[in-house]
C-alpha cells in the first residue's frame, strides 16, 4: 500500500513537468518577422546623421569581453552616466545622444551580453540576472574612486533593466536614473499589444518555462521565447549584422522589470521618465498615472508627436535630461 502511494505521488508530481514541457513544445520560433504589420518607425534610423563613436573593449569579471563607448567627464564633479540600450540593436542607438551628454557626464555606452556587431552568443546570456551583474560590473571599473554619483538611463527594454537594477542586488550603487519609454511589462497598463507590432512572444514557451524554473529546472532557459519586427531594410543594410531578432528565455526575462513591477518602481531612487505622444509600442499617457501612486521620485515628461524610437534622439530628451544631470 505505501508502495503505491508514492507511486501515486510520484506521477502527480511530474504532471506539471508533463504539462510544462508541452506547452515548451507547442509554439516554436517562425524565424525572421520582418516587416510585419504595425512594428517601429526606423526611417529616422535608417535616415543616419550622428557620427558613430569610437568603441572599445573591456574586459569583463568573467574574463569574457564587452564591447563599450566611453566619453570621459570634461569636469570633475560629473557623474557617471550609463546608457543602456533597447532590445534588438546595441549602444550605437546612444551616438548622438551620449555625444550630447558628454558636457554634462562622464558617458559610459555599453553593448549588452548577447547583442552588437560580434557577440559570444547572439540573443543570449549565460543566467537570469547576468544583465544586472554586468552593469555593475561596468560600474565598478569606470567609476572614479571618490565619490562620483551614478545615473543609468535606459530605453524601453533597457529602461525596464535600469528598473529591475533599482530593486536587485546592486541597486544602491544608482543614486538616480533616467527612463526612456520603458518597458514595464507585458500586460503593465502602458503596454500595447506585442509592443505596436515590435515583438512576437512565444507565450506557452514563456509559461512552460517559467514552470521548470519555479522547481530549479534551468536546463531550458536558451530557448528562444521572443522575435522582434526588425524591418527587411535594416537587416539586408550596411549594418544588419548588429541586429539582434530573437532573445532566449534567460535573457528575455534579464531584460525586464520582475513580475511584481509595481516593487520594482517603488525601488527606484530619483527618476526621470520621458515619452513620446506617438509611440507605437507604449501607451506614454499611463506612465504617470501608474507610477506617481507608486513613489513621489520620479519627474515625467511627454513629448508631443514622437515616437518609440525617436525619443531617444529628440531635442526635447537631450535638454531634459541634461537639466536632470544637472540638477537643475
Given at each position: 500500500m505505501i508502495g503505491k502511494i508514492f507511486v501515486?505521488?510520484?506521477?502527480?508530481?511530474?504532471?506539471?513537468?508533463?504539462?510544462?514541457?508541452?506547452l515548451i513544445v507547442s509554439q516554436w520560433p517562425r524565424g525572421a518577422v520582418a516587416d510585419s504589420p504595425g512594428g517601429l518607425d526606423f526611417s529616422a534610423q535608417l535616415a543616419g546623421g550622428a557620427e558613430p563613436l569610437p568603441a572599445s573593449s573591456v574586459t569583463m569579471s568573467d574574463a569574457t569581453h564587452a564591447r563599450v563607448r566611453h566619453l570621459g567627464a570634461t569636469t570633475a564633479d560629473a557623474p557617471l552616466v550609463v546608457l543602456v540600450h533597447g532590445s534588438g540593436w546595441d549602444g550605437g542607438q546612444f551616438d548622438a545622444l551620449a555625444f550630447g551628454l558628454s558636457r554634462v557626464g562622464d558617458v559610459l555606452v555599453p553593448d549588452l551580453r548577447g547583442h552588437g556587431a560580434t557577440p559570444d552568443r547572439r540573443g543570449d546570456?549565460?543566467?537570469?540576472?547576468?544583465?544586472?551583474?554586468?552593469l555593475a560590473d561596468l560600474i565598478e571599473q569606470y567609476k572614479r574612486e571618490d565619490k562620483q554619483d551614478v545615473i543609468l538611463l535606459?530605453?524601453?527594454?533597457?529602461?525596464?533593466?535600469?528598473?529591475r537594477f533599482a530593486n536587485g542586488p546592486h541597486g544602491s550603487m544608482m543614486d538616480r536614473a533616467v527612463l526612456l519609454a520603458p518597458f514595464v511589462q507585458y500586460d503593465a497598463p502602458m503596454q500595447r499589444p506585442g509592443s505596436g507590432g515590435w515583438a512576437r512572444a512565444l507565450t506557452r514557451r514563456i509559461v512552460g518555462l517559467s514552470m521548470l524554473n519555479s522547481v530549479g529546472i534551468h536546463a531550458l532557459d536558451h530557448l528562444?521565447?521572443?522575435?522582434?519586427a526588425m524591418p527587411e531594410t535594416v537587416l539586408q543594410g550596411s549594418e544588419g549584422h548588429r541586429a539582434t531578432t530573437?532573445?532566449?528565455?534567460?535573457l528575455n526575462?534579464?531584460?525586464?522589470?520582475?513580475?511584481?513591477?509595481?516593487?520594482?518602481?517603488a525601488a527606484l531612487p530619483p527618476f526621470l521618465l520621458v515619452a513620446?505622444?506617438?509611440?507605437?509600442?507604449?501607451?506614454?499617457?499611463?506612465?504617470?498615472?501608474?507610477?506617481s501612486p507608486l513613489t513621489e521620485a520620479g519627474e515625467y515628461l511627454l513629448v508631443p508627436g514622437v515616437g518609440h524610437l525617436d525619443i531617444v534622439n529628440s531635442a526635447?530628451?537631450?535638454?531634459?535630461?541634461?537639466?536632470?544631470?544637472?540638477?537643475?
Open positions: 501515486g505521488l510520484a506521477l502527480l508530481a511530474g504532471i506539471p513537468l508533463v504539462i510544462a514541457l508541452g546570456v549565460d543566467y537570469l540576472g547576468q544583465f544586472e551583474d554586468d535606459g530605453h524601453s527594454s533597457g529602461g525596464g533593466l535600469v528598473i528562444t521565447v521572443i522575435e522582434f530573437a532573445y532566449s528565455w534567460r526575462q534579464s531584460f525586464s522589470p520582475r513580475r511584481d513591477w509595481r516593487a520594482e518602481v513620446g505622444t506617438r509611440d507605437e509600442a507604449f501607451v506614454a499617457e499611463a506612465y504617470e498615472p501608474h507610477f526635447r530628451t537631450l535638454a531634459a535630461v541634461t537639466a536632470f544631470i544637472r540638477d537643475e
